[in-house]
């Protein structure tokens, strides 16, 4: 979805989607009319005017009509594609999958370093290791910081996810949806990201790239954004029992018991998680490309269940 992204800093992600939209139907109307020219000529080639109709059906015709909802999806992949480098803004095509990395690829915008997104249910470091935060920095470059608000409010519409506000919705398909829903059915169930995930209570979900991957990633992982993670769960957890204290009002007790009872089993689950994590990553476990995401999955993974399941 790279030409949603083109470098149009004064319109929004509405304006170049409906841009696409158009193009897109331009080639459906025209793909379409070219295959029913084919058809006749073959009819009238083997005198089958009888038999057969030139028409095409929308479904049979092999470029699709525009789709927000789809569309937008895939322009989120894009840019997880772009944070992970991947794909760069700066160059057509693939700029990384494998090999010697080419950092001059990579102006516009820059890749995360340590090849890691965290996938949580808020912003806790405020720094290139969240999501949303470098999904910002993403709209920013290529659209211009003006329009932000609009195009998180906009990307947000598309997704129809549950949440208080447009980041929240946006925050709520990346931890429910992109990798699951999305990602594994895009790739048939051989994913170029890999979701490393800590159980049913979302405690820890981060994407990493299966292209940069080495021996010492889930080490890193654990020194740099799980024992963070950790601190940061456990700070919550102090402030929040704070205004729960303070607080007078019932209601509001039971809202912010309700968020705690979630961070403790989020913590419970982290504190089990780091275990299996310690575990691989003092393995150093090495893995040939070559061999597929069926086999490196479970050779990553050393018999831990460290991913999504690819179900």
Do not use: C
């Amino acid at each position: 979805m790279d030409h949603i992204a083109e470098h149009h800093r004064n319109w929004t992600v509405e304006e170049a989607y409906k841009t696409w939209e158009k193009e897109a139907a331009n080639r459906f109307d025209q793909l379409k009319s070219n295959e029913e020219e084919l058809n006749r000529i073959f009819i009238d080639l083997y005198g089958l005017q009888g038999e057969l109709s030139p028409e095409v059906k929308d479904e049979d015709v092999s470029v699709r009509h525009a789709d927000p909802e789809r569309d937008i999806r895939a322009f989120l992949s894009y840019f997880v594609g772009v944070t992970f480098g991947r794909y760069s803004i700066d160059v057509p095509g693939l700029a990384f999958a494998g090999g010697d990395w080419d950092a001059s690829k990579y102006k516009t915008y820059q890749p995360n370093s340590d090849n890691v997104i965290l996938l949580t249910d808020d912003d806790y470091f405020g720094d290139n290791r969240d999501i949303i935060h470098r999904l910002k920095e993403f709209l920013t470059v290529t659209f211009g910081g003006e329009q932000l608000s609009e195009n998180l409010s906009y990307i947000a519409a598309q997704l129809k996810k549950k949440g208080n506000t447009p980041e929240e919705q946006i925050r709520n398909y990346f931890i429910e949806d992109f990798f699951k829903k999305d990602h594994l059915s895009t790739y048939q169930k051989r994913p170029i990201y890999w979701e490393l995930n800590s159980g049913k209570k979302a405690g820890f979900r981060a994407l990493m790239y299966l292209h940069r991957y080495d021996e010492n990633t889930i080490a890193m992982i654990r020194t740099s954004y799980l024992h963070p993670l950790q601190e940061a769960y456990n700070q919550k957890q102090d402030s929040l029992q704070q205004m729960r204290n303070q607080e007078n009002g019932s209601r509001e007790q039971a809202l912010l018991q309700r968020r705690l009872d979630k961070l403790d089993k989020q913590i419970a689950e982290l504190t089990k998680y780091d275990v299996l994590l310690q575990h691989v990553a003092n393995l150093h476990i090495s893995l040939d490309l070559d061999d597929g995401v069926v086999a490196n999955y479970p050779k990553a993974q050393a018999g831990e269940k460290l991913f999504t399941p690819l179900k």
